[in-house]
């Protein structure tokens, strides 16, 4: 069973770049065929997917988040991050980290509310 674990500061001034860890357990973020994310959730709309990380180390982005967003790993530490530059109130949500395992599972973090406000 895989479980995921967002971390990382509630609180970001604007402009700033926004970062947030995912942590790993029960499973490798190397193991193959898996895939791993970040969506987000701002107050009162829908879910945005922001990016992904395959377990090749191949990333993947939202185009319209593509200039902001940066997706790494530390396989060391079974973690994967997320940096968003240039943060605006806007970028304000609960961010998610998830990923999908062979053939079509999904697991979700709890979530971590990030507000962006000076």
């Known amino acids: 069973q895989v479980q995921l674990q967002e971390s990382g500061p509630g609180l970001v001034k604007p402009s700033q770049t926004l970062s947030l860890t995912c942590t790993i357990s029960?499973?490798?973020?190397?193991?193959?065929?898996?895939?791993w994310s970040w969506i987000r959730q701002p107050p009162r709309k829908g879910l945005e997917w922001m990016g992904a990380?395959?377990?090749?180390?191949?990333?993947y982005y939202s185009p319209s988040l593509k200039s902001r967003t940066s997706i790494s790993w530390d396989t060391y530490k079974n973690q994967f991050t997320l940096q968003l530059s240039s943060v605006t109130p806007e970028d304000t949500a609960v961010y998610y980290c998830?990923?999908?395992?062979?053939?079509?599972?999904?697991?979700w973090g709890k979530g971590t509310l990030v507000t962006v406000s000076s």
């Open positions: 990380l395959a377990y090749s180390g191949s990333t």
């Open positions: 029960g499973e490798s973020i190397t193991s193959n065929y898996y895939y």
């Open positions: 998830a990923s999908r395992a062979p053939p079509n599972t999904d697991y």
